[in-house]
């Protein structure tokens, strides 16, 4: 691991720097905001890197991944009357799930015979998530945001009250009440409904409504009608950027180009545009409530979804692993290497993050800057760290349009 130190520091590092800001779109795309995708870069490059078998590999968020995930996080929180909060627990349990089906994967020798799986299929695939990429992108270049709709969340306050009060009902029941006829209590939590909640949980069902590739076609025409123009120039600055600084050169990696160069015009002008989520400072935290508010049940349903996320993370990650093959003249251990994205997709999972596999370009980027061992992947998630702890608040106050146009290109 320590054979080739000086080649592994330059190779992680700009690995870890190109993967910046694919990580914080990749999170903001699956609706779970970009510290998800930060926090998934890091640990599942880390741990992939120690215990994978593809020693060049750098894993992370992928587009792939990603649409998959964000269709289980748009289905769960839709089951949860459009409440992240209370979905979150069952959201992590699937990509949990999907980790620990990969380690089985690796452990019963499945990983040598991905590469059976015919390439029309793989590339049909592949074709159809860039597509959903595609679309899911729209709402955030033409700058359209559900909760500033008042209209178009008007049109669900009938249901928010009514999940309001059912949920009262659900909550009393559990608790005893209802057997009890405590009914001041249950008048007490009735007037706790006011105009204030119903119209929050209205947004929540709106935002909910909105999302996927069948909301974001459902609510494009919307969009179209309220075209936030500066939101635009900032998601096209940024693809002309990306595809016109390659021409120039390729030593620096043109997605980080326009992240810095966009960002940093947006901000320094002043300009008046919608931000990305905030990024918590700090080291990530363990998210308890998967181990202590879910009921395992209500998971059950959503196996196949793991087990599908695993096998695509599978496929996705030992293609990659090919590709290093090709570039470093070795030969991979495929069942080593699901094992370790599936010890890396479980912790990821543990500390809130969304799954992801091996990733083609920074892998590329890594061998290319001279990363040679396992020590490359996990400097990438160390460089990712560090970003983390010192630099999240000025990445929280990068544009959204900003990533939109990254997944774009």
């Not at 299929?121 to 990429?133: D, K, L, R």
Request: aromatic share 8%.
């Amino acid at each position: 691991m320590f054979t080739n130190i000086k080649g592994d520091l330059l190779g992680g590092l700009t690995a870890g720097i190109v993967a910046l800001p694919l990580a914080l779109a990749f999170g903001v795309s699956s609706g779970l905001g970009p510290s998800a995708g930060l926090y998934g870069a890091i640990f599942l490059s880390f741990f992939e890197a120690f215990f994978g078998g593809t020693p060049t590999q750098i894993s992370g968020p992928t587009a792939p991944m990603t649409a998959v995930s964000l269709v289980v996080i748009a289905t769960i929180v839709s089951v949860h009357n459009g409440s992240i909060e209370k979905a979150l627990p069952y959201i992590l349990a699937v990509f949990l799930l999907s980790g620990l089906f990969q380690i089985v994967l690796g452990v019963l020798g499945i990983g040598k015979y991905i590469k059976y799986i015919p390439y029309p299929v793989v590339s049909g695939f592949m074709t159809a998530i860039g597509v959903i990429i595609l679309i899911t992108q729209m709402l955030p270049v033409l700058g359209y945001e559900v909760k500033n709709d008042m209209e178009f969340v008007e049109q669900f306050k009938p249901l928010a009250e009514e999940r309001l009060l059912e949920k009262i009902l659900i909550d009393e029941s559990k608790e005893g009440l209802l057997v009890l006829e405590d009914f001041q209590e249950t008048i007490r939590r009735a007037e706790e409904v006011n105009e204030a909640t119903i119209y929050e949980e209205a947004k929540n069902l709106a935002k909910n409504d909105a999302s996927g590739v069948v909301g974001t076609i459902k609510t494009l025409p919307r969009a179209l009608g309220v075209i936030n123009w500066i939101e635009v120039f900032l998601a096209l600055g940024t693809i002309l950027i990306i595809y016109g600084f390659k021409k120039i050169t390729t030593a620096i990696p043109s997605t980080l180009v326009a992240l810095v160069v966009v960002s940093a015009l947006a901000i320094g002008f002043g300009i008046d545009y919608l931000s990305i989520q905030e990024i918590p400072k700090g080291f990530p935290r363990i998210e308890w409530t998967l181990f202590t508010e879910f009921d395992f049940l209500e998971v059950v349903p959503y196996i196949l979804t793991a087990l599908t996320l695993s096998l695509l993370g599978a496929i996705d990650s030992l293609l990659t692993s090919v590709v290093a093959d090709n570039l470093t003249k070795t030969r991979h251990l495929p069942n080593k290497e699901l094992i370790g994205q599936g010890i890396g997709n479980s912790i990821a999972a543990v500390f809130g993050g969304i799954p992801g596999a091996g990733a083609t370009i920074r892998t590329v980027v890594n061998i290319q800057s001279g990363g040679k061992t396992k020590l490359s992947g996990m400097i990438a998630a160390l460089v990712l760290l560090v970003i983390l702890l010192v630099l999240s608040p000025l990445a929280s106050q990068i544009p959204a349009a900003v990533l939109a146009g990254i997944l774009v290109t």
